[in-house]
């Protein structure tokens, strides 16, 4: 079945960097749409940033300038840099994958990795 693994989340301090990677396997990753949500403590889920298949980019407005979101299709991964955090940054960051094809939409989630940003 399709898997989606993220790796790099730590605890880091306030103006830090991270680097976040997600690993896909067994879907065709070219051609999906690749996305991270986090998720704070109490909050709801929300969009970071988002690369489709095309390669285009959008990010939410909070991390605009300090986040860049990127992949390599031969690897099957896609990355989160993450720049200049900030302890509102904190949350379980999730990697996912989604697809409309044929009017049916394919929509797969990792288990999540945490970031804590120390002030």
């Known amino acids: 079945q399709v898997q989606l693994v993220e790796s790099g989340g730590d605890l880091v301090q306030a103006g830090g960097s991270l680097r976040l990677s997600c690993a896909a396997s067994n879907l065709i990753f070219s051609r999906f749409n690749m996305a991270w949500h986090r998720q704070a403590p109490g909050k709801q889920r929300e969009l970071v940033a988002v690369?489709?298949?095309?390669?285009?980019?959008n990010y939410a407005d909070s991390v605009k300038g300090r986040f860049t979101i990127s992949k390599d299709n031969a690897m099957k991964s896609v990355y989160l840099q993450m720049n200049n955090l900030e302890p509102e940054d904190t949350a379980v960051y999730y990697c996912?994958?989604?697809?409309?094809?044929?009017?049916?939409?394919?929509?797969?989630w990792g288990q999540g990795t945490q970031v804590t940003v120390s002030s």
């Open positions: 996912n994958a989604e697809r409309i094809f044929l009017g049916q939409k394919s929509d797969y």
């Open positions: 690369i489709t298949s095309a390669g285009n980019t």
